[in-house]
């Protein structure tokens, strides 16, 4: 017998080879514009913050659209989040975690946005049953709902940075290694695994982006469990005293929705993107310093914002599990699908502000 | 604000520059002999295959040994597995998924050896709900029962190679990326990731080996499902012809079951290797066909092995979640612990084959 070393022709090398001829879509982004008319979507975490603006964007583009919800209190969603097209999509209330549902809301779909999730970091360690649920066994039935009953199906997962954990190099790329540190880093590793297993094995086509940070209209604002971004905009319009952890240099990139929802989008309709996992991200990173003061200011344009901000120690619960700099390369989905995010910090900000102002009755009350 | 990329010092960067400490320990193996006399030692799965054998050495140390099994019919564990210690260990029948029971079994013992799992590739994707509440949420509760009733106990977790999925590079290390192909990689690698999570957050002391093929007496005989090595012997053993799918060329690596019961001894007692995953492996790795060419000759000395062998196309289901050729570097658990393994193929196969013509009824019904 032979000691020679060799290795199958596998799907992640086979796909950056690909990435060559494919760079030829890199000058432009795939058009997507026509390919949603009288198609039926559907929006798992319709009613979330990503899923309503999806929603927005592919009602604008003559979709069909059907939001699935569980409306649990403490997650994203909030009927209010789709009040201008509340005439013009079907709403249906069902958790992810209900496999019949899903057997039988999937059937005709010709697209699924998969965004329900649970996506705090501390509930996670609190309650790691209910993350595993929602993000591993539900995910597991939406894929056996589509391998059964409508296998024809586009599913595009919305995954997440913090699968990688605590960056080894910056930006991160998606050969980075997977090193989850926290439950629910481990959950949606395994939740977008399984799409891509599905895409594999039976065919039923499938994708994963990895979000980052994502700002804009419509993000919960309830509670600061869900990340700094929320906190920091309510704290601030609220004219009370921003907190940030550490030194204020910790680095994040941060993509306005409307970025993120073009995304899903292009990837939905192009081919080449099914069975591959792509970050998001956006450049330069921001600072939490810069990113506080950049929203002072521009709270401060509509007359708020006059809380200012102290830096302050690290809470135990949060140190251990913070990832500290985080910032993506996301060259794979720019070859892939011409996207880049069109949106900068301060344009998004004054969006997101200037929406809470009109509307913050309907996402928190006054302090 | 500056664009200077810098990461954290991160756990896994943290470890390799240890490793040049710790390669004064690959000369000498670390010593564990004394240290079990006397300790409360747990095994989950401990009926099956591993843990029976790791039980017997334990209680050859002086171990007090308690064996927490569910006995499923089609799963490894076997009350005959135990024989020769059945005086000496305590059984107690229950499900890892019996989240209450195991709050119960875990309190005052010193290590525990977690091995209970569903371990069936193929099992996995034709019932994925059973693989994730076993090897997922039933994990999570071992693990969250630790940490609220014996937040001291030391956890050796049996990992597996299958969360590399297909090598991109060979020999395999722990740096190659996750690729999981099929639903059982995905949970035990979700699985694998909680126990370095609660050592890392929780302080609860814990490590993964990442076992590759293992085989010895006391191995499961029953069905050819958790995989071929198990299914050669039984059908050497039987005089029939053994169908090796494709050439046969395909190498692994495998590990008698002795070799891995001391890696599994040594990882205990060692504080450093807590919060570590290890790679468990040999060389030089052998082919499907010097596999049952050398499993016919020792057969045949036995006066079986009669029936020979032909090559065969893979059935399709078998095919798609094929990794190829697969074999590990195990170079840091050698570096860590001074572990490698002691016994040749011949020998352990010399070993299996005494083992099983002794008892084969207590194992498989004879063809």
Same mark, same amino acid.
């Given at each position: 017998m032979s000691g020679v070393s060799h290795t199958q022709e596998e799907p992640w090398l086979r796909q950056d080879k690909e990435l060559a001829s494919a760079s030829r879509y890199a000058q432009d982004r795939v058009s997507y514009e026509g390919q949603f008319a009288g198609k039926k979507v559907l929006i798992t975490g319709g009613l979330g913050f990503i899923g309503s603006n999806l929603a927005m964007r592919l009602v604008e583009l003559g979709a069909d659209v059907l939001l699935v919800d569980s409306l649990i209190p403490d997650y994203g969603g909030n009927l209010f989040n789709v009040e201008p097209i509340k005439d013009r999509v079907r709403v249906n209330i069902a958790d992810v975690r209900d496999a019949n549902g899903m057997n039988y809301l999937v059937r005709g779909q010709d697209y699924l946005f998969n965004l329900a999730g649970q996506i705090g970091h501390i509930d996670s360690m609190c309650d790691p049953y209910t993350d595993l649920d929602i993000n591993c066994r539900a995910q597991l039935s939406i894929l056996e709902a589509c391998r059964h009953n409508n296998p024809s199906i586009k599913v595009v997962f919305a995954g997440t940075r913090q699968v990688y954990g605590a960056p080894q190099y910056l930006p991160v790329d998606e050969k980075h290694i997977l090193r989850p540190v926290d439950v629910n880093g481990i959950n949606k590793m395994a939740g977008e695994w399984y799409h891509i297993l599905y895409n594999n094995v039976y065919g039923i086509r499938a994708l994963s982006l990895r979000l980052t940070n994502t700002y804009g209209p !419509? +993000? +919960?604002?309830?509670? $600061? !469990?869900? $990340?700094f971004v929320a906190w920091f905009i309510r704290q601030a319009m609220d004219n009370q005293e921003i907190q940030i952890f550490g030194d204020g240099h910790q680095l994040r990139d941060m993509n306005y929705v409307d970025d993120v929802v073009e995304a899903m989008l292009l990837a939905a309709v192009y081919e080449g993107a099914n069975g591959r996992i792509m970050n998001l991200g956006n450049d330069p990173p921001v600072s939490h310093l810069e990113f506080v003061q950049t929203l002072l200011e521009v709270c401060q344009e509509h007359g708020m914002g006059h809380g200012g901000y102290r830096l302050t120690p690290f809470p135990p619960d949060k140190k251990r599990i913070d990832i500290g700099d985080y910032y993506a390369d996301y060259g794979k989905i720019r070859r892939i699908l011409g996207w880049s995010p069109r949106i900068g910090l301060r344009e998004g900000l004054q969006r997101t502000v200037a929406y809470y102002a009109q509307h913050r009755d309907q996402y928190w009350e006054r302090a």
């Open positions: !419509r +993000l +919960l604002m309830k509670h $600061g !469990r869900q $990340g």
